[in-house]
């Protein structure tokens, strides 16, 4: 009996081989498709293809024609480049420096939130400077997940830190509704150059002037332990969960350059506080 049950247990194992040969010698077939195979060299069907299976003329072809952002969600299944999606790390490389060229004229713009919830928008503050010879300078940013009064106290506190030579930039919500909120913060901000205005199109969008910046190498990040979360943030647009630090230097970006039309300035209304 003992030899019996040997032979079967052979013979299944015989078959159990000759199954999964049969099976990978359909998956070493040739194929025509986008991603260039000219044949699947894998002789176990659970292994990746091997460097040598794919034509590297082919898969640069396709990053030129979708490129970069969108061969990454397109063909290795990333919603963003491994090097980044409308901003790249490279840009970034030698662009980290100890403090700023003296003379940078400088902008602190808000991206104001009101929500203590992880998921949703947070406040941010990026404060950004153009130094005389043209470049930009990302001096310093900070970021809360917290409301009202909160908030006021980061964006007052803030401000103290940065001194009166620092404008103050604040986004307001369109129409009557957005200007009450606005005057708020720019009476509480009495002593610095405060400008409040309606935000138009969408993030994404109004990040570009900025990333075209970065990417001619025009621009610097002052060494700081926001170096990291901020790169992190900026890389995985236009995919990533959070906006907000890109919102804030969009806004500060864009009234550095003069293409933001202020509602609401001010130096001399006297504050809350």
Known sequence: MRAISAERARREAERQRRDVEQNTEQVRTRCKTLAAFVEDPRHNRWRAPAAGAVIREAVEALKVIKGSYGYAGQYQQRPTAREGGLFKRQWFEGKIIPQAPPGTRWVRHWGL??????????TAGVKLGKAPVGSFVVGHVVTTQDEGNAVRRLVKTTADMDGT????SLPQDPGQAGKAPAKDYVSMLAGWTVKADPETGDKVTRAEPFSSQCEAATSYLVQGAWNEAYLDELCLL???AFKDQMYATSGAFGRLVGNRQSQTTTSTVKGLY
């Open 165 to 168: 030579g620092v404008m103050m």
């Open 113 to 122: 939130a009101a929500t203590k919830k992880t998921t949703a928008a947070r």
């Open 238 to 240: 236009p995919g990533g």
